[in-house]
């Protein structure tokens, strides 16, 4: 394919001479500077410097490694790649299959909303704020009732063994196929490429109170939740470099969120936010503003696993709506200028957690205080970077009203290895100088006869005499004497 029509799909290209100019995707700029040259089929910026074929652009552009490239250029024009390597060829196979499954799923279900059976869900979508073309842009669709309606519809085409792989369909305990989304309203999650992977099914009002609300795809070869952000195929249309990306909880947030004109915004499905996300995030920005509702629950949901995120060196802003409403109802009743300005005030994460921690312990009594230090330090631990570190630690010690040596020297105790336990399962000395020196002494008393006053002891496993200071002493080293089969001291 030519490399015009490839970054012409990206960028608004205009003749200039021999190439094809516009303004640079990978830095700011007024002036255009980047070019694409259909002779050699090779663009440059004279801006940045970068440059390339049509597979750099691709990598750089969409994040791609360099075989994804490669099959994204395969797909534009209706290649097949066959991989060697066997395994690696069939699990491709496999791995096209499902998708092509899931894609005829997400178009079952689309023509099922515009039918007369997904009237009641069109309904609902539009009380919502969703409106046609937010339904497009999202590709929603809706599962009527029936236990075999998707299954009857995709069975021709598809062996039912691959649908259930597809978590499309389940197994009864009777070893009968049923449909896994009934009556629900279907959100495709895609990845980063816009393939569907899986699907997050909302149940519809009026549905019996044990129906949950939520039915989402399990686990497959092609969908893994913690790997996966709901939306992230659209935000990465947007400079999220500039502008950072926004992390909401649910699918109709990100929607309306779009909707509004933030269309920087993501979900995790149904999980918390992972160092798997923020490390997929990191390809397109350093920036993420994580937004939770403003209840007691939305606190308590950010403040999980805030430990795990600190280990990642990014730039993480936490925002807590006022009142308990979640970012869909707050940019409906604010709108967009009042959510981008809710973004602005949130707070990084070492000062969120302090505040977290300031409402759970009594910072008037040293144990209040100690518990409080103790998990503050327990968030610095993750953080790799010494001079975030630092400064964490210089506002820990501000906000719970301490030293920063205090601070440092707890760190030294909780970092400290612990000592090894021995072999009745007491803890076993440290292992200072002086022990270290005795360890060696002992070492040569068994190794050297003339200094143990007896014969040489030999190794049992290898019968050789064991050198002076070789190793360093054990105490639980079996050898024998040669001429006897007592074991040594230990």
């Not at 066959?82 to 899931?102: K, V, Y």
């Not at 059976?117 to 919502?128: I, S």
Request: glycine share 12%.
């Amino acid at each position: 394919m030519d490399i015009v029509e490839v970054i012409g799909g990206y960028l608004p290209l205009k003749r200039s001479g021999r190439s094809f100019k516009a303004l640079c995707p990978f830095h700011s700029e007024k002036t255009p500077s980047f070019h694409v040259f259909p002779e050699s089929q090779l663009f440059k910026c004279f801006g940045c410097g970068k440059a390339g074929t049509v597979f750099s652009f691709l990598m750089a552009q969409d994040r791609m490694e360099f075989h994804e490239a490669v099959r994204a250029m395969a797909e534009r024009v209706g290649l097949t790649l066959r991989e060697e390597g066997g395994e690696g060829d069939r699990g491709s196979g496999e791995r096209d299959a499902l998708i092509a499954a899931l894609r005829a799923a997400m178009y079952h279900f689309r023509g099922t909303l515009n039918s007369g059976a997904g009237e009641k869900a069109r309904d609902y979508l539009t009380g919502r704020g969703i409106g046609p073309a937010l339904v497009d842009r999202f590709l929603l669709g809706y599962a009527p009732g029936e236990w075999d309606g998707l299954l009857k519809a995709l069975r021709g085409q598809f062996p039912e063994p691959l649908l259930e792989k597809a978590g499309l369909v389940a197994l009864s305990q009777k070893g009968s196929r049923y449909d896994r989304f009934r009556d629900r309203i279907l959100f495709p999650i895609a990845d980063v490429r816009g393939r569907v992977v899986g699907f997050g099914g909302r149940a519809m009002p009026g549905a019996p109170d044990d129906t949950p609300k939520y039915v989402n795809s399990p686990e497959t070869p092609v969908y893994r939740k913690g790997q996966i952000l709901y939306g992230l195929h659209l935000a990465r249309e947007e400079n999220l470099q500039e502008l950072g990306v926004v992390i909401v909880e649910g699918y109709t947030d990100v929607i309306l969120l779009h909707g509004a004109g933030v269309t920087n915004a993501c979900a995790a499905c149904g999980t918390a936010l992972t160092p798997e996300h923020v490390r997929l995030l990191k390809r397109y920005t350093n920036r993420i503003h994580l937004v939770f509702d403003g209840d007691a629950a939305g606190v308590r949901a950010m403040d999980r696993g805030l430990e795990l995120l600190a280990g990642e060196d990014v730039d993480l802003s936490l925002v807590v709506l006022p009142g308990d409403e979640d970012p869909a109802d707050f940019v409906g009743r604010c709108g967009a200028d009042a959510f981008r300005e809710a973004l602005r005030g949130g707070r990084d994460l070492c000062d969120f957690k302090l505040a977290v921690v300031a409402g759970k312990e009594d910072l008037s009594t040293p144990g209040g205080m100690a518990r409080a230090a103790d998990e503050m330090l327990a968030l610095v631990r993750k953080v790799r970077h010494p001079v975030r570190r630092g400064e964490y630690l210089r506002r820990t010690a501000e906000g719970l009203r301490t030293s920063e040596e205090a601070l440092r020297a707890r760190l030294s105790q909780q970092e400290r290895p612990a000592p090894a336990a021995g072999p009745a399962g007491s803890p076993a000395p440290a292992a200072g100088p002086r022990a270290l020196h005795e360890g060696l002494v002992v070492e040569a008393l068994l190794g050297d006869a003339a200094l143990a006053g007896g014969p040489g002891r030999r190794c049992r496993r290898s019968g050789s005499r064991s050198p002076r200071f070789a190793r360093r002493w054990s105490g639980s080293s079996r050898c024998s004497s040669e001429g006897g089969g007592r074991r040594s001291p230990s």
